[in-house]
């Protein structure tokens, strides 16, 4: 028979996966009333509440249940979780620490934890525990893609063999294809056998887009409508009661170069950053009318002076004094909104080349996002939408969107970095482009790489691969998108 306290969290849980945290709230609150030790709902609450834009809360809670008794390893991998939501990192590296003390037999815990480390730059750390993740369950297929990304493979020291009787084994599924190909297709990659590394991409981006239930004309019909919702010149920057002029918006498409950019801003004084959150989309959500019409339109219509106070509370909440960098690529379908909202933010848009920029995110597996990019049609077509929706804000902000060529930044990153810091109102040191010192927690698909100096061997890596990329360089061409005339 369910107690009062469990079936509290069940409901709470259930009114969570719906949507609903502030009726998820008081059960979660009632699940947690009389805990003696740590338990599971108490990182649940502190989720809920972080949702809510409730920081300072949050991590009340999470305070409060490492001050009870020991409870389970689930506990614990939930309150670092939520830890990493709040950027405390150090703790949540300890944390999931302690979950794999209390349960080393359990793959996905190591996994974590290697997660977390990653994103503190300690990738020996991290590739030792995936390599426990492995020997604990040999299907932790997350667990191999990680590691091989973790660090540039050699002919000496490589996971090839490995993954490839991983991939010839008649249990290796459509999950295993995926993650186990992508793997093996990035260490391919840096041992430069070119057409068997696309072998693989190919087979796990295709094993990816099986799992997806997709349509990129759906996604072309909606940045269509996010563009005639915002049809008019931006207004005369107004001065609100939110203080907008802290905030920088790095967009662009993802692989394009924005982390980057981020990693060198961070490298200045007075400047953090808040990683890829979901702050803006979110202040904007809660402020929208309802209504059974265009939800386009309707966001379009939110109150800026609700959303601008709704946004600072999540972004800053320790009222920092310095200048917040939001580096969420998706942010791209927001330009407009966030000029009417934020009319002193800086926002920066990356661009790459359209081929490489396409070739980038097709060889890498995204969790929730990007679905257009296991497919070369698809990539075509959004990428054209996306290119569309650029001008369409281009012409909208004018000088209010600041545009950044990737080529430039890797093959001038002193010229460019101090430009964009300038722009940024920021105090420029050449230290800042030494990133490899740069000691900020990364978790984006960038953060090993962005451990080394700043490299420019990414750029033109499409013509590695030209003859497997014919069709989407035929696609690109056929959607109006230009690229090299001896592509």
């Given at each position: 028979?369910?107690?009062?306290?469990?079936?509290?969290?069940?409901?709470?849980?259930?009114?969570?996966?719906a949507?609903?945290?502030?009726?998820?709230?008081?059960?979660?609150?009632?699940?947690?009333?009389?805990?003696?030790?740590?338990?599971?709902?108490?990182?649940?609450?502190?989720?809920?509440?972080?949702?809510?834009?409730?920081?300072?809360?949050a991590e009340?809670?999470?305070?409060?249940?490492?001050?009870?008794?020991?409870?389970?390893?689930?506990?614990?991998?939930?309150?670092?979780?939520?830890?990493?939501?709040?950027?405390?990192?150090?703790?949540?590296?300890?944390?999931?620490?302690?979950?794999?003390?209390?349960?080393?037999?359990?793959?996905?815990?190591?996994?974590?934890?290697?997660?977390?480390?990653?994103?503190?730059?300690?990738?020996?750390?991290?590739?030792?525990?995936?390599?426990?993740?492995?020997?604990?369950?040999?299907?932790?297929?997350?667990?191999?893609?990680?590691?091989?990304?973790?660090?540039?493979?050699?002919?000496?020291?490589n996971?090839?063999?490995?993954?490839?009787a991983?991939?010839?084994?008649?249990?290796?599924?459509?999950?295993?294809?995926?993650?186990?190909?992508?793997?093996?297709?990035?260490?391919?990659?840096?041992?430069?056998?070119?057409?068997?590394?696309?072998?693989?991409?190919?087979?796990?981006?295709?094993?990816?887009?099986?799992?997806?239930?997709?349509?990129?004309?759906?996604?072309?019909?909606?940045?269509?409508?996010?563009?005639?919702?915002?049809?008019?010149?931006?207004?005369?920057?107004?001065?609100?009661?939110?203080?907008?002029?802290?905030?920088?918006?790095?967009?662009?498409?993802?692989?394009?170069?924005?982390?980057?950019?981020?990693?060198?801003?961070?490298?200045?004084?007075?400047?953090?950053?808040?990683?890829?959150?979901?702050?803006?989309?979110?202040?904007?959500?809660?402020?929208?009318?309802?209504?059974?019409?265009?939800?386009?339109?309707?966001?379009?219509?939110?109150?800026?002076d609700?959303?601008?106070?709704?946004?600072?509370?999540?972004?800053d909440?320790?009222?920092?004094?310095?200048?917040?960098?939001?580096?969420?690529?998706?942010?791209?379908?927001?330009?407009?909104?966030?000029?009417?909202?934020?009319?002193?933010?800086?926002?920066?848009?990356?661009?790459?080349?359209?081929?490489?920029?396409?070739?980038?995110?097709?060889?890498?597996?995204?969790?929730?996002?990007?679905?257009?990019?296991?497919?070369?049609?698809?990539?075509?077509?959004?990428?054209?939408?996306?290119?569309?929706?650029?001008?369409?804000?281009?012409?909208?902000?004018?000088?209010?969107?600041?545009?950044?060529?990737?080529?430039?930044?890797?093959r001038?990153?002193?010229?460019?970095?101090?430009?964009?810091?300038?722009?940024?109102?920021?105090?420029?040191?050449?230290?800042?482009?030494?990133?490899?010192?740069n000691?900020?927690?990364?978790?984006?698909?960038?953060?090993?790489?962005?451990?080394?100096?700043?490299?420019?061997?990414?750029?033109?890596?499409?013509?590695?691969?030209?003859?497997?990329?014919?069709?989407?360089?035929?696609?690109?061409?056929?959607?109006g998108?230009?690229?090299?005339?001896?592509?």
């Open positions: 028979m369910a107690t009062a306290s469990s079936s509290a969290d069940l409901e709470a849980f259930r009114l969570l996966r949507g609903r945290p502030a009726e998820a709230l008081p059960f979660a609150e009632r699940a947690v009333a009389n805990a003696a030790v740590c338990v599971p709902t108490h990182a649940l609450l502190a989720t809920i509440l972080l949702g809510l834009g409730r920081a300072p809360d009340s809670v999470i305070v409060r249940a490492l001050e009870l008794g020991t409870g389970v390893a689930d506990a614990y991998d939930g309150l670092a979780y939520a830890s990493m939501a709040l950027g405390r990192h150090e703790r949540a590296s300890s944390l999931y620490r302690r979950a794999t003390t209390l349960a080393p037999g359990t793959s996905r815990f190591w996994y974590n934890l290697a997660c977390c480390e990653r994103g503190l730059g300690r990738l020996a750390e991290a590739e030792a525990a995936c390599d426990t993740a492995i020997a604990v369950d040999p299907a932790n297929y997350p667990s191999y893609l990680l590691r091989s990304e973790l660090r540039l493979q050699t002919p000496e020291f996971h090839v063999a490995e993954l490839e991983r991939l010839a084994r008649p249990d290796a599924d459509g999950r295993a294809r995926m993650f186990l190909g992508y793997a093996l297709g990035k260490e391919l990659d840096d041992l430069q056998r070119f057409d068997a590394a696309f072998h693989w991409f190919a087979r796990a981006a295709e094993a990816r887009r099986a799992r997806l239930s997709y349509e990129v004309a759906l996604d072309e019909k909606k940045l269509g409508r996010i563009a005639a919702s915002y049809a008019r010149p931006a207004a005369a920057p107004r001065r609100g009661a939110t203080d907008s002029a802290k905030f920088i918006f790095i967009v662009g498409l993802p692989r394009s170069g924005t982390t980057l950019l981020e990693r060198i801003l961070t490298g200045l004084p007075g400047a953090a950053s808040n990683g890829e959150t979901d702050n803006f989309a979110r202040a904007l959500l809660a402020a929208t009318p309802a209504g059974n019409d265009d939800i386009f339109a309707r966001a379009a219509t939110a109150d800026p609700a959303v601008a106070a709704d946004y600072a509370r999540r972004a909440p320790a009222n920092f004094r310095g200048r917040i960098i939001e580096k969420l690529p998706l942010n791209y379908l927001y330009l407009g909104a966030i000029r009417q909202a934020l009319p002193q933010a800086t926002i920066i848009a990356v661009r790459r080349s359209p081929l490489d920029s396409c070739f980038a995110m097709y060889r890498t597996l995204f969790g929730e996002g990007y679905p257009f990019s296991y497919d070369f049609s698809d990539l075509a077509r959004y990428y054209a939408a996306f290119d569309r929706l650029m001008s369409h804000w281009r012409a909208l902000l004018g000088d209010g969107l600041h545009e950044v060529v990737y080529e430039d930044v890797v001038a990153p002193e010229r460019e970095g101090s430009a964009v810091a300038r722009h940024c109102g920021l105090t420029w040191s050449r230290a800042a482009i030494e990133i490899q010192n000691r900020a927690v990364s978790l984006t698909a960038s953060a090993a790489q962005v451990r080394r100096p700043i490299y420019g061997t990414s750029s033109g890596r499409w013509r590695h691969y030209h003859r497997h990329l014919r069709p989407l360089i035929g696609a690109l061409r056929d959607a998108v230009v690229v090299p005339d001896d592509a």
